[in-house]
C-alpha cells in the first residue's frame, strides 16, 4: 500500500518561501505512469489541482501558480517537494500531496484519488 505524508512548516510569513516534503513509501515514485501531485485545500473552497511531477521527472503546473511554484524530487529519498515563492495570505490552506495513476490531472475531490497524504495546514501570516 503506497502511503505518502506531507511535512513542512505551518506557519510562513508572507513574501517568504513555502517549501513542503512529501514522502513517499509502499512505492517508488520512478513507478511507470505513477503521477505526483500537489492540490490544496484553502478555507470554505473547493481542491486546487497545484502541479505534478511525473514518474520520469516531467513537471506540470496550474497556469494560476506556475510563475511561482516549482516542484521536485529526490529520488534517493523517495520524496517529492513542492516550492512555492512570494506566498500571501491567500496561500493560507490545507497542502496534500497525492498520486494519481495514468494521469498529471486529478479528481475533484481527495478521497477519490488513488493515493493521498493526511494533509498538513499551512498558514500565511501577513
Known amino acids: 500500500q503506497v502511503r505518502l505524508q506531507e511535512s513542512g512548516p505551518g506557519l510562513v510569513n508572507a513574501s517568504q518561501t513555502l517549501s513542503l516534503t512529501c514522502t513517499v513509501s509502499?512505492?517508488?515514485?520512478?513507478?511507470?505512469?505513477?503521477?505526483w501531485i500537489w492540490i490544496r485545500q484553502p478555507p470554505g473552497k473547493g481542491l486546487e489541482w497545484m502541479g505534478a511531477?511525473?514518474?520520469?521527472?516531467?513537471?506540470y503546473y496550474s497556469q494560476s501558480l506556475k510563475s511561482r511554484m516549482s516542484i521536485s524530487r529526490d529520488t534517493s529519498k523517495n520524496q517529492f517537494t513542492l516550492q512555492l515563492t512570494s506566498v500571501t495570505p491567500e496561500d493560507t490552506a490545507v497542502y496534500y500531496c497525492?498520486?494519481?495513476?495514468?494521469?498529471?490531472?486529478?479528481?475533484?475531490?481527495?478521497?477519490?484519488?488513488?493515493?493521498w497524504g493526511q494533509g498538513t495546514q499551512v498558514t500565511v501570516s501577513s
Open positions: 511531477i511525473t514518474y520520469s521527472g516531467n513537471t
Open positions: 509502499g512505492g517508488s515514485i520512478t513507478t511507470n505512469q505513477h503521477y
Open positions: 497525492a498520486c494519481e495513476r495514468g494521469r498529471v490531472l486529478g479528481p475533484s475531490t481527495l478521497t477519490e484519488y488513488d493515493y
